[in-house]
Structure formats: C-alpha cells, structure tokens
C-alpha cells in the first residue's frame, strides 16, 4: 500500500531564516505531487504540483520553491520565510488517471 | 461566485441524528467530485468520491446536482466519532491533471 511521509511535523523559525520541508512517497511510481497551505481559519491553496521529476508547476507567485530532485521526493523551500508563510504545510500525491489526492500528515510552521 | 463554497456551520447535533452539507460550485465544466473529512489539526482525508448517479458508502451519502452545480453529503444516525470538518472538493477544469479545488469545509460537531 501507498504511504506518504513528511517532516518535520513542527517547525519554529525566525522571519528571515531559510526553510526546507521534505515529503516522499512510498507504494507508487511516478506521481503526481503537490504542495498545499492552509493558513488558519481558511481553506487548502495550491502552490506547487509536479507530474514528474524536475517539473514543477507554481500556482501562486511568492518567495517559496519547490524541487522533484527524484520520482517520490518533494521538496518545499524558502531562502527567507516572512510572518506571512505560517501555516500547515501539506503534501500529497494523486496518479495520473484520476483526480483523487491523498495527503501526508503535514508541517505545521509557524514564523516568528 | 467562490469557486466552491459551503456553509462553514458548525452543525451541532445529537448523537443518532442526520445532518447534511450542502456546496456549490463555480465551474460547470468540472469533471470529479469529492468530500473528503479533516479533524483538528489533521490531514484532510479522503471520505468519498461523488458520482452523478448518486453513492453511498455505510451511513454516508453523496449526491451531486450537475444543472444546479451542487453537491450533497448526508450523514445518518451520527457517532460521535464523525465530528470533523468536512471539505468539498472539485476538480479545476483546464488546469493540470489532478488539481483540485477545496472549500473551506463545513464544521460538524456530534454531541452525546
């Protein structure tokens, strides 16, 4: 069976101070991966997603970064995180053939 | 008009009653249907897709509306155990394969 992994669960970082939040896939070959936020009290954004390795496509314009340095690993970075990027980071990944999308336990960051 | 959209409640209700969740989407192109269940400061998970033809799964029943642009989800005879917030979720048409659109989720809370 599938499962999906991510750390580290909490994170507390200075404004300013870089970040690098990992996810990877076990149980499925090439698939789809995505980066969400959900920021309190509002609903999951889209940042990143990528079909395979080295493709990544943004969906929202800010000072994170996404890599696919291999087919399961998915990496979210920042080189200076703002107040702004607090929030509970979500990782999932869905395959080709259908819409459905299933999620890692998440980062919960928060940026002091 | 919000791209999906639902009554963020809560719905407090009794043990053994039934409740339903409406929601509204945007797109009339969408093509995939989803709610999908998050506790507290948990992942969401997926809790069923929503077929045109109606489905149901144990207490659990979806139901989409494709002229009105509206789905449904019907609890039966509440656990305790279904207080969560539940999302609906909607395929965006044109975008990647396997983009989805969130709600914001609506709140339920099964009291004793």
């Known amino acids: 069976s599938q499962t999906i992994h991510q750390w580290p669960a909490t994170l507390v970082q200075p404004v300013g101070s870089p970040l690098s939040l990992e996810c990877t896939v076990e149980?499925?070959?090439?698939?789809?991966l995505y980066w969400y936020r959900q920021a309190a009290g509002r609903g999951l954004q889209l940042l990143f997603y990528?079909?395979?390795?080295?493709?990544i496509s943004s969906e929202v314009p800010q000072n994170l970064s996404a890599s696919r340095p291999q087919d399961r690993q998915f990496i979210l970075s920042s080189k200076k995180l703002l107040l702004s990027d607090s929030g509970f980071y979500l990782c999932a990944w869905g395959t080709g053939n259908s819409y459905e999308q299933y999620f890692g336990p998440g980062t919960r960051l928060t940026v002091t | 008009r919000k791209e999906v959209e639902q009554d963020p409640g809560p719905f407090n209700v009794p043990e053994g009653a039934t409740v339903a969740f409406n929601c509204t989407y945007s797109?009339?192109?969408?093509?995939?249907f989803f709610w999908y269940r998050q506790d507290c400061r948990k992942e969401p998970k997926l809790l069923m897709s929503v077929y045109s033809s109606g489905n149901e799964d144990g207490r659990f029943t979806a139901q989409l509306n494709r002229a009105s642009q509206y789905i449904s989800l019907l609890i039966r005879d509440s656990k305790l155990s279904d207080s969560a917030t539940y999302l609906c979720v909607v395929s965006r048409y044109g975008g990647s394969q396997g983009n989805l659109i969130f709600g914001k989720g609506t709140k339920l809370s099964v009291k004793p």
């Open positions: 990528s079909v395979g390795i080295g493709q």
């Open positions: 797109n009339s192109a969408s093509q995939s």
């Open positions: 149980g499925t070959s090439n698939p789809n």
